[in-house]
């Protein structure tokens, strides 16, 4: 591929992951007309997932990094969403993302830009997107974050 | 109704409840265009709400069975949006579940299938969808699932 | 502007706050085709956030205010993606509330109704919306609601 948002990756040194099988009984993303939902992706890195609570064990910049890789997972899933060509994005629509946080936890905008700056820096003003941030009790896994997204393509 | 759909729920020995009521200010389900947004749905049975912490004193295969009465209020109310014709179902296009568990569960994906797995038996191919599974720290009703979804209709 | 839903809001005596600035790298709204997505409104006054545990220092009465409050916030975005017109309105499709409760906190439902009751206050039956209400683990900025929402335009 030699798309102009490959060459933003590339110039960006980002390499997407495999984009990630399901964990159950359901697909990575489905179209209806012009958007694309895709499925919750959970934080994961090389080694495996990444785990634990934020607010306790995990801390802001770490939470932060699990929600890129929330984001890598995403585009991965987009990319195939798009038949291999990232050109046909249109617009990032909406994100919404759940941290795995002690009920104190306050700062999830700040864990969840972690995956909007990525879009930001990838998609350029197509990626401004609508977004919700919020604290969930736990998550699959145990990972540190669970980020989906709503996407239009061409 | 002789629909396909209908014959497939028969042989399935599945009966759809009656479209539960919502439980305030506002409706079971909206359409606009060809997507049709259903509320969330919370888990009951013929003797009233299934409730319960997940992780505590509700085990896995007991959340299941909550989740799949999930999706059969999910299918009740989507028969009402298709004017009583499942047939109009073109494809299930996302769920996503909120599971009444405690803040160390962390199988949530395995909880939700109980509703997906029923998707996949009725629609089949059709029944495909993205979704997204987290846990939530509280649930109406103190109920151990709740699942909302969004269906493509012709 | 003194469209049909100006008039309706200055006879209900609601003054729409400013619509407030994201937290965080992302925008307040995306359109896509007709469908308005809105980003999570977080519960905001004059005086600043309003936070507290629901079910612990906060009543449901006091929430159902904060949901209220969260529901404004949605109209003066809404306001804002119809270029000032709220007549454009032709649906309120789907909100999305959560509630930062404690675990065994159960009336959800009646806390987002102060979202919800504005909705059909300011809209009549084009403010019947699909909904879910859940309890988040956590929420930013300790705030009692949030709230996201998807709506029709013309």
Known sequence: MTGTIDARLASLGIVLPD?????????PFV???TLVFISG???QGP???LTGKVGAEIDIPTAQNAARACGL????????????????????VKLTGFVNAT????????????SS???AEVFGPAGAHARAAVGAGS??????????GIFEIA
């Open 41 to 43: 992706q959970v934080a």
């Open 139 to 148: 998550l699959p896994f145990n990972v540190q974050v669970e980020i989906e």
């Open 19 to 27: 984009a990630p099988a399901p964990a159950a009984n359901y697909v």
């Open 117 to 119: 700056d990525l879009m």
């Open 103 to 114: 009920p104190d936890f306050t700062e999830h905008p700040a864990v969840i830009n972690g």
């Open 47 to 49: 080694d495996g997932f």
């Open 73 to 92: 997972a995403l585009l991965a899933q987009l990319r195939a969403a798009c038949g291999g060509d990232l050109d046909r994005v249109v617009r990032v």
């Open 31 to 33: 179209q209806s007309g």
